[in-house]
């Protein structure tokens, strides 16, 4: 393994044209990561005609990069704006916003600069020495039922944070999966809720919705918290943590290591259920529950390093199995597919080269992180200086643009606003955002693993159970679901009880 | 009827719509597929049922608790707008603003990017309160040739060119003067 990394170590810093390609990928996943308002996928889709150009290495080695670099970027805005860069940083808005408004925002990017990097490097190196291993476990023990058990369980992790109550919760996720159902369905092929027309016949596209929810929801809610007076911008901080506070959280850094790879290497999850299970974890394990959602650094901690940690391990089902584990892993197939390869097993055995030159790019950009985040974040950390009713025009001009350029449709554009109203209108009454969001994201992912789980097991569900890894997760999700359910009625009741006292 | 008011009995109602609608619409897809026992309808029509039993949880909870939030949740958003008085002049004013963006929308078909966005930027400025015409018009030309710039210039993004002239006509020049540059490096 080492030979074959100094060996892709060596192809990627002998040509300086691939330095260049490596460095403008690492500035602009950080860069498109942290402008809110556009993300990663933004530069994704513009840069993906231009790798028609390139070296195969060069082009899925770009990719590579962008997202190692533009999962750390999407923590920035986050934190600092309450608008996730990307679905997988939506947890740690919970308590990097918060960290924010209390003059903390140091404190939390650079706990996300730390963390994105350690868990991205980790991942990194789980992945070089373990690709094919672990690919051939995926092969052998991960199916359809074990995907959709997964999705239920990480449903049952987003419903129980975020939201007003469980209830809420809930129905904030079944929104999300409503939404993910128009569109053709993923078995027959047949149009659904097309409601007579055919823009909708390719389904809501999943950026302009992102964006919409996320950044201009969050728009409108501080314009309305300006028009009546109750803005106040957010504190500038540039106190980073110390490494006595970092090493508090040494066990919440290991298990989120542990729940991102293992999110990561199933085809088709990717990092957003990875930080949603990192976090849910961290609030399951701790001994100050309450105390998350208002500004615990556990909290971002958690959901950082598990995201960055799914980022090496997305790349085992891409690369050995040929399923991309998300929306930027899903281009990549694009970049092989321009020149004439198909990522999956005889990859590793046709253009070895390529594999390793990916590799260690990723392990450098993840390092990157470290080096240049710190510096980098110094100067981002300025943008919380610039009034809101400049930036709030240049984020919504952003998330239009990138609204747009992905399918070239202004349909979307127009799917972006409206779910920026709906997400605006949502949050006033209690949803939960990242709730609907994940359902949108898990809906058509998780029905289709169904149906194929079901045709597989032919609709018995005692077969379907028996599986273990299958069985672990729908019980553990059961579980989740029904703790929460019983916390709410004993909390409910415990509070009812305390007012009557007080009374 | 507890602690449900008016808003709670809305909020029922959108639920209620949305389920029926959906329920109602399934049928206009409701075609079996041989290799899929529960064919086009299954899933949607099960996450159907489960809003409805969660929808129904909700005003339960709702009756006994009204709108207060439960303890324990993490992630929630803070509302401390509830007590907050709120002027007419202020509620349009948000009206206007949650409208302008959709109105941009819908113009950039026939319009195009090019020359829409001047005008949505300087009207975003200007009800979000600001109220100096130099900055308006600064901080509108600023962020148009920062767009431009980077989204035109620098990536070659494609944008929305409209289809009225002379806004297309605009565009074209636009298109003209990038090509022109762009030749010059």
């Known amino acids: ?503 | 009827m507890g602690n449900i008011t008016k808003f709670h009995l809305i909020e029922l109602g959108l639920w209620a719509t949305i389920a029926v609608v959906f329920f109602a619409y399934s049928f206009e897809f409701n075609q079996t597929i041989e290799i899929y026992k529960f064919g086009a309808t299954g899933w949607p029509r099960a996450i159907l049922a489960m809003l409805v039993v969660v929808m129904i949880g909700n005003i339960f909870y709702q009756k006994a608790h009204g709108s207060a939030v439960q303890p324990g949740r993490v992630g929630i958003a803070d509302d401390d707008l509830t007590e907050t008085k709120k002027p007419l002049s202020a509620i349009l004013n948000i009206i206007a603003f949650v409208a302008l963006p959709l109105g941009y929308a819908w113009s950039l078909k026939p319009i195009g990017f090019y020359a829409a966005t001047p005008v949505f930027t300087f009207l975003v400025i200007l009800l979000l309160g600001e109220r100096r015409v130099r900055w308006l018009i600064g901080i509108t030309f600023l962020i148009y040739v920062l767009l431009i710039g980077l989204f035109m210039v620098f990536l070659n993004a494609p944008l929305p060119q409209g289809t009225v002239s002379p806004f297309y006509d605009f565009s074209a020049f636009m298109l003209r003067m990038n090509t022109q540059l762009q030749h010059m490096f």
């Open chain 1, 1 to 503: 393994m080492i030979d074959n990394f100094l060996h892709g170590t060596n192809a990627l810093f002998s040509d300086p044209f691939t330095v260049l390609i490596f460095v403008l990928g690492v500035f602009g996943g950080m860069l498109f990561g942290a402008i809110p308002g556009v993300s990663m996928l933004t530069l994704a889709a513009i840069l993906l005609p231009f790798t028609a150009s390139l070296d195969p290495a060069q082009g899925v080695m770009l990719f590579a990069v962008i997202y190692c670099t533009g999962t750390y970027g999407g923590a920035i805005t986050a934190i600092l704006f309450n608008i996730p860069g990307a679905p997988e940083n939506a947890p740690t808005a919970f308590d990097g916003y918060p960290m924010t408004k209390q003059g903390k925002a140091g404190k939390a990017v650079g706990a996300a600069v730390l963390c994105s990097a350690v868990g991205g490097t980790a991942s990194a190196l789980i992945m070089m020495a373990a690709t094919e291993p672990l690919a051939q476990w995926a092969i052998r023990n991960i199916g359809p039922p074990e995907i959709f058990a997964l999705v239920f369980f990480g449903l049952a992790v987003a419903s129980s944070v975020g939201g007003n109550t469980i209830w809420k919760g809930w129905l904030s996720v079944i929104f999300g999966l409503l939404i993910a159902t128009i569109g053709q369905d993923p078995v027959g092929g047949i149009n659904r809720y097309n409601f007579g027309t055919t823009d909708l016949a390719a389904g809501i596209a999943f950026v302009p919705s992102i964006l919409g929810f996320f950044a201009v929801s969050e728009i409108f809610v501080q314009a309305e918290r300006r028009a009546f007076g109750k803005y106040t911008a957010p504190k500038l901080s540039v106190d980073f943590p110390s490494i006595a506070e970092l090493w508090m959280h040494k066990i919440a850094v290991l298990r989120s290591i542990l729940v991102g790879f293992f999110c990561g290497i199933l085809p088709g999850i990717g990092a957003t259920l990875a930080a949603f299970m990192g976090y849910g974890e961290a609030v399951r394990w701790s001994k100050n529950k309450e105390s998350f959602g208002k500004g615990n650094l556990e909290g971002v901690i958690s959901s950082e390093t598990a995201n960055n940690a799914a980022t090496g391990a997305a790349m085992i089902p891409l690369l050995a199995l040929g399923l991309p584990g998300g929306a930027l892993t899903a281009m990549m197939v694009a970049v092989f597919q321009f020149h004439d390869m198909e990522p999956g097993p005889l990859v590793f055995y046709n253009s070895p080269d390529l594999i390793w030159v990916v590799f260690a790019a990723m392990f450098y950009a993840n390092l990157s992180i470290l080096l240049i985040g710190f510096v980098e974040t110094k100067t981002i950390l300025h943008l919380l200086k610039i009034p809101f009713h400049f930036l709030a025009p240049m984020i919504l001009l952003l998330a239009s643009i990138g609204s747009y350029i992905g399918r070239g449709l202004v349909l979307d554009v127009i799917v972006m606003f409206v779910a920026g109203l709906a997400g605006f209108l949502l949050r006033r009454s209690g949803y939960s955002i990242p709730g609907i969001v994940l359902g949108l994201i898990l809906g058509k992912i998780g029905e289709q693993n169904f149906a194929q789980g079901m045709q597989m097991v032919h609709y018995d569900l005692v077969a379907y159970m028996s599986r273990p890894i299958c069985f672990i997760l729908i019980v553990a999700g059961a579980l989740t679901l029904g703790t929460s359910v019983y916390r709410a009625l004993t909390a409910n009741r415990a509070s009812a009880g305390s007012s009557a006292g007080q009374g």
